[in-house]
């Protein structure tokens, strides 16, 4: 992480504002929660953004599954490790594993979610979208919290609620 702290409530903010930023809509949703848990939810959320425009973006699928890569490869390591000119989510995310609001292995089975999109090329990103609402609604609430998030996901996200039982990524978190 960055020698220099940022203040929490600069923290906090600073994620907010980076999903009002991607989708002013969505952060209705979070209105009700507390400071830090709105900032994991948007932190998550900005994440999949991020991994959703990776695919999204290049034209070759080689240079998707790369661009993924790099978020599972830059949060699976060590955030003491020297990393100069490192993006202020990952910051924000690593943040978040240090002050054990959320664990780093849920985060890196949420971009698992996402590397399958860039294995598949009939993949739909709506799997990967319902894994983050789910992972949300897990530590925001409980294992049926996450339930309920996940179906609002794939409405939100445009294709049927997904069977929670077939979806490997989606069960396993």
Known sequence: MSSKRVPAHQFHQDSINALKAQDP?????????TTQRRSLAANLICLSGELENAIRIP???MLAAIRVQ??????????????????????????????????RD??????EAWQACTMDETA??????????????RYLGDDEVGIAAQKIGSILHGQKIPNTK????????
């Open 166 to 173: 077939s979806n490997r990524w989606l069960s396993s978190l």
């Open 70 to 103: 790099w978020w599972f490869d830059t949060l699976a390591n060590d955030a003491s490790a020297h990393q100069p000119n490192i993006a202020p989510l990952v910051v924000r995310l690593r943040t978040h594993t240090h002050n054990d609001d959320i664990k």
């Open 124 to 137: 739909s990103s709506t799997d990967a979208w319902c894994a983050c609402w789910q992972l949300i609604g």
């Open 59 to 61: 034209k070759e699928p």
């Open 106 to 111: 849920d985060i890196l089975k949420l971009i």
């Open 25 to 33: 809509s969505i952060t209705l949703i979070f209105g009700f929660e």
